[in-house]
């Protein structure tokens, strides 16, 4: 099976995973995790497209799962943690990994803040090499292995 099939097809399957969830998904921790995951995955490559806001704007509002927590609220937590990542991105991404910690105690959370990165990803059909390492140390960072999600 072809790369752009397999992502389609894992972010297929993770957005799934994540409705079925939805119930257990309404803690703070996973609501700041859920947008310092967004920010990290969508700053990943150095530069914040655009298209890349786009998509995480898409995923707010039509996303079943994140409909649980208001949707101007989300947008101002995925902005500033990407005001983190733009200022500087190293010391940035140390406070969004911080972020995304916060879904730690919980492993259904840990795990749908992974498929988030995930789905956000591959939404644009090319979940890059940079967008994996960011998602692969945000499982590290969770206590999660990275192979569980393909990574």
Same mark, same amino acid.
């Given at each position: 099976?072809?790369?752009?099939?397999?992502?389609?097809? *894992?972010?297929?399957?993770?957005?799934?995973?994540?409705?079925?969830?939805?119930?257990?998904?309404?803690?703070?921790?996973? &609501?700041?995790?859920?947008?310092?995951?967004?920010?990290?995955?969508?700053?990943?490559?150095? *530069?914040?497209?655009? *298209?890349?806001?786009? &998509?995480?704007?898409?995923?707010?509002?039509?996303?079943?799962?994140?409909?649980?927590?208001?949707?101007?609220?989300?947008?101002?937590?995925?902005?500033?943690? #990407?005001?983190?990542?733009?200022?500087?991105?190293?010391?940035?991404?140390?406070?969004?990994?911080?972020?995304?910690?916060?879904?730690?105690?919980?492993?259904?959370?840990?795990?749908?803040?992974?498929?988030?990165?995930?789905?956000?990803?591959?939404?644009?059909?090319?979940?890059?090499?940079?967008?994996?390492?960011?998602?692969?140390?945000?499982?590290?960072? #969770?206590?999660?292995?990275?192979?569980?999600?393909?990574?």
């Amino acid at each position: 099976m072809p790369l752009w099939d397999r992502i389609k097809e *894992s972010a297929a399957t993770m957005q799934t995973q994540l409705v079925a969830k939805k119930n257990d998904l309404k803690s703070g921790a996973f &609501r700041d995790a859920a947008m310092a995951m967004c920010a990290l995955v969508a700053a990943a490559d150095g *530069s914040i497209d655009p *298209s890349e806001r786009r &998509r995480v704007a898409q995923l707010i509002a039509t996303n079943e799962v994140l409909q649980n927590f208001d949707a101007a609220d989300l947008h101002r937590r995925f902005d500033d943690n #990407l005001a983190r990542l733009t200022a500087d991105f190293d010391l940035g991404k140390v406070s969004v990994l911080q972020e995304i910690a916060k879904a730690a105690k919980k492993p259904a959370e840990a795990r749908a803040v992974v498929q988030i990165g995930i789905v956000i990803g591959g939404a644009d059909g090319d979940f890059d090499k940079t967008e994996q390492a960011v998602v692969r140390e945000a499982c590290h960072t #969770l206590g999660l292995p990275p192979h569980e999600f393909d990574l």
